[in-house]
């Protein structure tokens, strides 16, 4: 299961899923079981390098990335469900939350 962290956006019901993949972390937006966009990364050594010193790069840009969609900096794209967008993966856990 991957990390997760709700984003109020108006109405919508979004997700901020953290998952490794290849050598990084991935941030993706989610909404519906659907992912939205790719947020951002932080590479594996970069993420335990800022650990060594005491800090947490995967933190920082999670924290990033919720304040701009907040703040309506990102754009955050309505699910299309002709453009063939990518499911969440079965780690990103949407437990009650019901699709949309």
Do not use: N
Request: hydrophobic residues 40%.
């Amino acid at each position: 299961m991957s990390r997760q962290y709700h984003i109020a956006l108006g109405e919508r019901r979004l997700r901020l899923c953290v998952m490794a993949a290849d050598e990084s972390w991935e941030l993706w937006l989610c909404e519906g079981r659907r992912r939205l966009m790719l947020a951002g990364t932080v590479a594996m050594d970069e993420a335990i390098q800022s650990w060594r010193l005491g800090a947490d790069a995967v933190a920082a840009l999670r924290q990033r990335v919720i304040d701009q969609v907040q703040r309506g900096e990102t754009h955050v794209p309505k699910p299309d469900p002709k453009a063939g967008q990518f499911a969440c993966p079965s780690r990103c856990d949407w437990g009650g939350d019901t699709p949309h």
